[in-house]
C-alpha cells in the first residue's frame, strides 16, 4: 500500500513574545524519527502561529517520496505570536530519499530531503524562526 499521513496534534504556546519587539534567536525545525518498519514520524517544531489561533490545523499528503504538509490557522485573535509543536505520522515508509515540504500559514516554504535506510534513524535541519513580531499586551 501506499504510505498514508495523518496530523496527530499539536502543543500549546511554547513562548509568547510579550515584549513590543523581540528579536532573540529561535530555531525552527523539521525533524523525523523512522523506526526502519514502516513508521516515519515527523515534527515542526517552534512553527510561528497567533497566540489565539482557535485552532492549528495542518493536512498531510504523500505523493510518492514527498510529503507535503500544509499548515494552518482558524483565526488570528490576538495581537501577538507563539512557536509551536506540530506532530505528523506516515505510515506505509519504505528506506529510500524522501522530501518533506512544509507550507506555512506565513506563506513560506521550509523543505527537508533525507534519506531513510533499513535500520532505525532520527535527525532534523533547523533554521532562524522569523521572529519579528509587533505585540500588544493589551489584546492578548
Known sequence: PDPV????GYTGCNSLLDATFDDRPVQECIGYSYDGQGVLTLGHYNAMFNCCP???QALVEVR???ITITESQ???ACRCNCHYDLDFRVT???AGQYTVRILC???RTLEYSF???MGSS???????????AFTNPDQQ
Not at 499521513?5 to 496527530?8: E, F, L, P, R, V
Not at 532520527?122 to 519579528?132: G, Q
Open 54 to 56: 482557535g485552532e492549528v
Open 74 to 76: 482558524l483565526e488570528e
Open 5 to 8: 499521513g495523518i496530523y496527530t
Open 92 to 94: 506505509g515508509v519504505q
Open 122 to 132: 532520527s535527525a532534523n535541519r533547523c533554521w532562524a524562526s522569523p521572529l519579528t
Open 115 to 117: 534519506s531513510l535506510s
Open 105 to 107: 500559514e506565513d506563506g
Open 64 to 66: 510518492g517520496t514527498t
